[in-house]
C-alpha cells in the first residue's frame, strides 16, 4: 500500500499532464520468449527499496526525498556494503513519474531522475546490480480526458474504458479501470511494457492489486495483461504484486506473477521506520500462504526487512533478530529499506549472516508446527537436514521446545546455531532454550552423508580493481574447494564464456581484455563432486592507455538504443550516451563512462528511425535521428564541457543521415561562426562508412575547433525534392584535442 506517495504520484502527473513528443518505444526484436516464472525466480530476489525512507515521519526524509541523488547514493551504499552478500535490486517506489507522454504512458520525473531511469539502470546495471520501479493498474482519469491515442493502433484510451466507469485500482477512482474486452486494451498494457523493457527495468511492482489491498477492485485481468506483456517484451523483467491480495486467489496470482505481497506494510507512519505492531501482522498471515511458495510457484513477499539500525527501525535487537529469521525461514524476498549509511553493526551482521541467508535463498519456505505466543516452525531442506525456528512472541521469557518426534526428526542429530556459527550438543528427544521477550532461535539439524562429498557453497565478497589493460579479481574462500572457474561477460544477465576452468587460489587477473572495454565476471567454486551457485557478476573496465576524451551521444529511434559496450563513431567510441526526444538536461557521460559534467538540451518534433538495418555499432546509432519537421531550426545545447575539453579545444563530430527513399534534401548545420550544409540524397544509406560533406553519400560534419565551455548546434531544413522539409541528427561526438 502507498497511499501516500501515489498522491504525490498524482498531483505530479496532473501538474505536467501536457502530452509531451516522447516518440514510441520498442526495444530490440528478442530472439525468444521471456523465460518461465521457474526461470526468472528460482529464488526470492534480495535487494533495497526507497519507500520506507519515502514514508517515515522525519524531517530529512519522508516527503521530497525520493530524488536521483538519494536513489544513487543508497546504490553505492548498497555495492559496498551489501551486493557482496547477494543483495542487487535497488527498487524505486511510488514517486518516479512526471508526465505522460503523447501516447499516454508515463515517463520520468526529469527534475527528480535527470537521468531518466534508463540512465539510472545503465550505470546499476554496470557494477551486476538490477533496479525496479513502481506503477498501479488502470487509466489515470486525466487520461481519459485528454484521450491521446494507443501507440500503435487507431484507438484511442476513451475506447479501452470500462462502461459504466468504475475504480481501476484500490486507490480510489483517480484511475479507471480498464475493460480488457475492447481491442486496444492489451496493445495499451503492451506500450507500457515495451516502454519500460526500452528503459532496461528488471522488476516492476503493481500496487493497488485486488482482489486485496483491502478494497473490492478485482484488478486480475490487468495483472494478466501486464504479465503476458512483459514476456512479450523479450527481457526478463519480476512482477511483484501488492498488497494483501487474496489467498482464495493463489493459483491466479502465481500463474501470473513473480511474487506476491501478502500482508500489510511494514511502515510504522510515525518517526521509527516500523515496530512490534507491524511486525505481529506477518504471524497472522504467513501460516496460511507457507506452503504456497516456492520455485514455479513465486514467493510470499512481507515487506522490507528493515532492521539495519535498531533506532530509527523502532525494534529492540531481539525483535530485529527476530524478524530476520523470519523472512529467512518463509524464503520471503528480502530487500531493505533503511538509510544504509546509518547501519549500525548488528544490523550489518543481520543483513550479511551468510548461514541465515542461505537458509531463505534454499527456496524452502517453513510450515509452523506450533503455533500461539511460543512459535516451532520447521522445513525439510532436501538433504537430510531440516530447518527449525523457535519464535517467543510474548512479552515475557519463555521456554520454547522443538520435540523432535513430532517434527518428524530423528534425534541425536548434529546440531547448529545459525546467528551463533556454533555447533550445540547432540539432543536424544528435543531441543529447549528460553527465549527473552521478542527473541528467536535458528538451528540447522543434521548433517548431509558425506558432507564432504558434495559441490562447495558459493563464494561471497567478489572485487574487482583496474589497471592498465588488465583486471583483477580477488573474493572469499569458499568450504570445500579444490579449484575456482573464472567467467567473462559483456552482460550482467547472460553470455558468460570461461576464461579459466582450474584457478587454485582466490585470485585471478585477466589480461586479455580489450582497452578500456567493460565486462561483468562470476566465479564458479568446484570440486570433484561438482560445480557451486555462480556469484555474483561484479563489473570492471580495464583503464585506458591513451584513448582520446570523447563524449557520444545518440539519439534514439523506436528506442533502438545502444549497448554500452557498443563501437561506434569516426572516433571510435564506447559508452554512448542514449538521448531520446524532447529532453530537458541529460547528463553525459565520457568514453570511459565517467559522469563528465556536461549536458545536453534540445528541442525538436520527434525521434524517428530510418530504415537502415539495425545491427550493432554505427548502424544503430546512425538508425536513429531527432529532427524537427518544416522550416523550424532545431537547437541542441552541450553546456558545462570540462577543462579536459576546453584547455586544448575540441572537435565536434555531427552525424547525419534521414534515411531518404525517395527524395533529395538538404539541410545546414551551424555552430557559431560555422555553418555546412549536406545534401542527403535519395537512397543513400549509411552502409558502415562515415562520409564527408563532398561526397555523394554525405553522412557527418566536422566543426573544429572549438574551445568554449559550452555551444549550441543549429539544424536547418533548406530544400527538398518532395513536400517534407527535414535537417536529421543521428548522433554528436565531442571529441577533446591535446593533453589537457
Request: aromatic share 10%; glycine share 10%; charged share 20%.
Amino acid at each position: 500500500m502507498r497511499i501516500s506517495s501515489f498522491a504525490l504520484l498524482l498531483s505530479s502527473s496532473i501538474a505536467m499532464s501536457v502530452l509531451t513528443g516522447i516518440a514510441a518505444a520498442a526495444p530490440k526484436a528478442p530472439a525468444k520468449m521471456q523465460s518461465s516464472i521457474d526461470t526468472l525466480a528460482r529464488k526470492p530476489y534480495m535487494g533495497w527499496t526507497t519507500w520506507n525512507l519515502q514514508d517515515v515521519h522525519l524531517p530529512q526524509y519522508n516527503k521530497g526525498w525520493l530524488n536521483e541523488k538519494h536513489v544513487r547514493e543508497q546504490a553505492d551504499l548498497m555495492h559496498r556494503l551489501l551486493q557482496p552478500h547477494g543483495y542487487n535490486y535497488v527498487n524505486i517506489d511510488s514517486g518516479w513519474a512526471g508526465p505522460y507522454d503523447k501516447y499516454g504512458r508515463p515517463t520520468p520525473d526529469l527534475k527528480k531522475f535527470p537521468s531518466g531511469i534508463k540512465g539510472l539502470a545503465r550505470d546499476f546495471h554496470k557494477r551486476g546490480q538490477k533496479i525496479g520501479i513502481y506503477w498501479i493498474p488502470g487509466v489515470q482519469k486525466i487520461m481519459y480526458w485528454q484521450n491521446p491515442p494507443i501507440y500503435g493502433t487507431k484507438y484511442h484510451i476513451r475506447d479501452i474504458v470500462a462502461d459504466p466507469h468504475v475504480a481501476g485500482n484500490a486507490f480510489g477512482d483517480w484511475h479507471m479501470k480498464i475493460d480488457f474486452t475492447k481491442p486496444g486494451a492489451q496493445e495499451f498494457i503492451d506500450s507500457i511494457a515495451r516502454l519500460f523493457a526500452s528503459w532496461d527495468i528488471d522488476y516492476l511492482k503493481i500496487d493497488g492489486v485486488g482482489p486485496g489491498s483491502d478494497s473490492e477492485v478485482d484488478s486480475r485481468d490487468n495483472i494478466k495483461a501486464y504479465s503476458n506483456a512483459l514476456r512479450k517484451t523479450g527481457r526478463p523483467i519480476w512482477l511483484e504484486i501488492s498488497w494483501r491480495v487474496d489467498h482464495d486467489q493463489v493459483g491466479f496470482w502465481q500463474k501470473y506473477s513473480q511474487g506476491r505481497r501478502v500482508n500489510d506494510d511494514v511502515d510504522s507512519l510515525t518517526e521509527h521506520i516500523t515496530g512490534w505492531n507491524q511486525l505481529m501482522k506477518r504471524f497472522q498471515e504467513a501460516p496460511l500462504w507457507s506452503e504456497d511458495a516456492g520455485p514455479g510457484k513465486g514467493w510470499n513477499d512481507f515487506d522490507s526487512i528493515c532492521v539495519g539500525n535498531g533506532a530509527m527501525d523502532g525494534f529492540t535487537n531481539d525483535e530485529r533478530q527476530l524478524a530476520m529469521t523470519f523472512w529467512a525461514i518463509n524464503c520471503s524476498p528480502l530487500y531493505n529499506g533503511d538509510d544504509l549509511s546509518k547501519l549500525d553493526a548488528f544490523g550489518l551482521q543481520l543483513l550479511t549472516n551468510h548461514e541465515v541467508i542461505a537458509v531463505d535463498q534454499g527456496g524452502r519456505p517453513a510450515v509452523q508446527m506450533i503455533g500461539g505466543a511460543h512459535q516451532v516452525w520447521r522445513t525439510d531442506n532436501g538433504d537430510d537436514t531440516y530447518t527449525v525456528a523457535l519464535l517467543n512472541l510474548g512479552a515475557e521469557p519463555a521456554t520454547v521446545a522443538a520435540v523432535w518426534k513430532f517434527l518428524g526428526i530423528k534425534g541425536n542429530l548434529p546440531l547448529r546455531d545459525l546467528w551463533a556459527h556454533q555447533n550445540l550438543p547432540l539432543t536424544a528427544d528435543k531441543f529447549q532454550a528460553t527465549l527473552a521477550p521478542h527473541s528467536a532461535r535458528l538451528l540447522r539439524v543434521g548433517r548431509p552423508p558425506a558432507a564432504a562429498k558434495r559441490a562447495p557453497d558459493a563464494i561471497f565478497g567478489l572485487r574487482a580493481s583496474s589497471s592498465e589493460r588488465a583486471i583483477k579479481l580477488t573474493w572469499n574462500k569458499s568450504a570445500r574447494v579444490s579449484h575456482y572457474i573464472v567467467r567473462r561477460s559483456r552482460s550482467a544477465h547472460s553470455g558468460f564464456q570461461t576464461l579459466s576452468t582450474h584457478v587454485a587460489t582466490n585470485s585471478y587477473t585477466d589480461r586479455t581484455t580489450a582497452d578500456g572495454v567493460p565486462y561483468y565476471y562470476q566465479i564458479v567454486p568446484s570440486n570433484a563432486f561438482g560445480s557451486g551457485p555462480a556469484s555474483q557478476p561484479v563489473n570492471s573496465a580495464p583503464l585506458r592507455k591513451a584513448a582520446p576524451r570523447v563524449i557520444s551521444i545518440d539519439f534514439v529511434g523506436d528506442a533502438i538504443s545502444m549497448d554500452q559496450n557498443e563501437v561506434a563513431g569516426l572516433i571510435p567510441a564506447i559508452n554512448w550516451n542514449t538521448a531520446p526526444c524532447r529532453y530537458g538536461g541529460l547528463p553525459l557521460i565520457d568514453g570511459a563512462g565517467n559522469l563528465s559534467g556536461a549536458r545536453v538540451h534540445y528541442d525538436a518534433g520527434g525521434t524517428y528511425a530510418t530504415p537502415i538495418p539495425d545491427h550493432d555499432g554505427g548502424n544503430r546509432m546512425m538508425r536513429g535521428y531527432l529532427e524537427t519537421y518544416a522550416h523550424d531550426t532545431t537547437h541542441i545545447t552541450v553546456s558545462n564541457l570540462p577543462k579536459s575539453f576546453t584547455k586544448y579545444g575540441y572537435d565536434v563530430y555531427l552525424y547525419c543521415d534521414g534515411g531518404n527513399v525517395g527524395a533529395t534534401r538538404v539541410a545546414k548545420f551551424t555552430i557559431g561562426a560555422q555553418s555546412v550544409k549536406v545534401t542527403d540524397r535519395a537512397g543513400s544509406f549509411y552502409a558502415g562508412n562515415y562520409a564527408p560533406p563532398s561526397s555523394p553519400a554525405a553522412n557527418y560534419v566536422k566543426f573544429a575547433p572549438l574551445k568554449a565551455s559550452s555551444f549550441t548546434l543549429l539544424a536547418t531544413p533548406v530544400s527538398s525534392t518532395d513536400e517534407n522539409l527535414r535537417a536529421p541528427i543521428n548522433g554528436i561526438q565531442i571529441v577533446a584535442r591535446g593533453n589537457g
